[in-house]
């Protein structure tokens, strides 16, 4: 029988602790990947809801723009026209003009100079939505 000497050399434990080194850095490859995955899913869910905000507050705006529009000329047929277009704007809009309405009265000339402070909220409401981007925040001014 023989035997046989195993011996390790340099070369030998370079290959070993190479091999450890890039075992931990896939690891951390791996990790770092999930993260980025993460945050895009992140990302792209914050996306989805600002574009669906976006294309409703659009939408609001023009409804808003028609119902002045169509209060403003009065014509014949003008109630159920405004009746419509009231019923696709959230109930919290125009409340004061939901009763006039409701009580079967287009507003138009000067009584519909009485609703432009809630029809202007209404759409500064739209106009003004908050960003998916979280702000900055300014540096306090430092006292002289």
Known sequence: ??????????????ALWTTVVAAVLALAALAASALAIHRGN???????KALVRERRSAFELGV???????????????LQVVRG????????DLPRMRDE?????????????????????A?????????IRPRRQKPAPSDP
């Open 1 to 14: 029988m023989h035997t046989v000497t195993v011996t390790r050399d340099l070369w030998d434990w370079l």
């Open 85 to 92: 277009l009231l019923q696709v704007l959230p109930s919290e």
């Open 64 to 78: 808003l723009a028609r119902l002045v529009e169509v209060c403003g000329h009065s014509l014949p047929g003008s």
């Open 42 to 48: 992140v990302i792209a869910t914050k996306a989805d």
């Open 123 to 131: 759409v500064d409401r739209r106009l003004h939505v908050e960003s």
């Open 101 to 121: 309405i409701a009580r079967g009265v287009v507003p138009s000339n000067d009584l519909l100079d009485k609703f432009l402070d809630e029809y202007k909220e």
